[in-house]
């Protein structure tokens, strides 16, 4: 018996060694942009936060706590708050190369130009994503727990541990809401400063916890087309690094245009 055999027994019969139903898992989740409005049961949410709880974290820090929300006014609330920013987000997009924009065909109005703001605000009203869903959850992580790395580690990375940290939970809480057929929005807005003071005022959350991103839940209104994944070949290199694999910045901007951008344009 190897050394620890004692915890490994603990897990027979749970199937963890599937590798096969892994895969499929991490495959079949996605973003999904409509949910139906049908309330989730309250154990099926309990689930995804239990899974949560057990996320690796650097120094078995632990950073997190989660806020639930199922208040639909609430959830309303933010979606005002969420398509107020698109404004500005929309309207930052339209400076870049044409190709390159997420928006693509918004215009870009002069701050005179009240009829042209208007049309593009207009754009944005009502067309929060999660505005239907039954259930939010808010990821939010308390810095302080990283005085559990030794303190070069704290000094030299401890916000990078604590956002990979819980970047993990937040990967974990997609796959179990996947593996309940439950769609999910992995929402990074929430975490951009405008947006996070707003939500954190509405929501009483204390100013020196970090929103990391959000996640709508709820039964899914449709599932999306596969998405494009980089081929594995693309992606390894054995023993050194292959020159021959170093990318230009052009040909990076390409690649996404042709490759990974069709799929992702948004009318919003």
Wanted: with cysteine; net charge positive.
């Amino acid at each position: 018996m190897i050394k620890g055999e004692k915890f490994r027994k603990q897990f027979e019969g749970r199937d963890i060694s599937n590798y096969d139903q892994l895969l499929g898992l991490v495959q079949f989740r996605r973003s999904i942009r409509k949910l139906r409005p049908e309330p989730i049961p309250d154990e099926l949410i309990e689930k995804i936060l239990e899974a949560a709880r057990w996320a690796p974290s650097a120094g078995n820090a632990q950073p997190w706590e989660f806020l639930v929300i199922k208040d639909t006014h609430t959830i309303g609330r933010l979606a005002e708050l969420y398509e107020y920013q698109m404004v500005e987000k929309k309207w930052l997009e339209a400076t870049r190369e044409e190709k390159m924009q997420m928006y693509p065909g918004d215009p870009f109005p002069g701050i005179q130009d009240r009829e042209a703001m208007e049309e593009f605000m207009s754009g944005v009203r009502g067309k929060a994503p999660f505005r239907n869903a039954p259930c939010m959850i808010f990821p939010l992580a308390d810095e302080r727990w990283h005085h559990t790395y030794p303190l070069r580690t704290l000094v030299d990375k401890g916000r990078q541990h604590i956002i990979s940290s819980m970047a993990g939970a937040v990967l974990v809480m997609h796959l179990a809401a996947a593996a309940l057929d439950l769609g999910t929005q992995w929402i990074s807005d929430f975490g951009s400063p405008w947006l996070s003071i707003m939500s954190k005022n509405l929501l009483g959350i204390p100013q020196n916890l970090m929103i990391y991103e959000v996640m709508p839940v709820g039964y899914p209104d449709y599932y999306p087309k596969p998405r494009y994944v980089k081929p594995l070949k693309e992606l390894v290199h054995s023993e050194t690094y292959n020159p021959g694999k170093v990318r230009t910045e052009e040909s990076i901007q390409n690649y996404i245009q042709e490759h990974i951008r069709p799929r992702m344009k948004f009318k919003m």
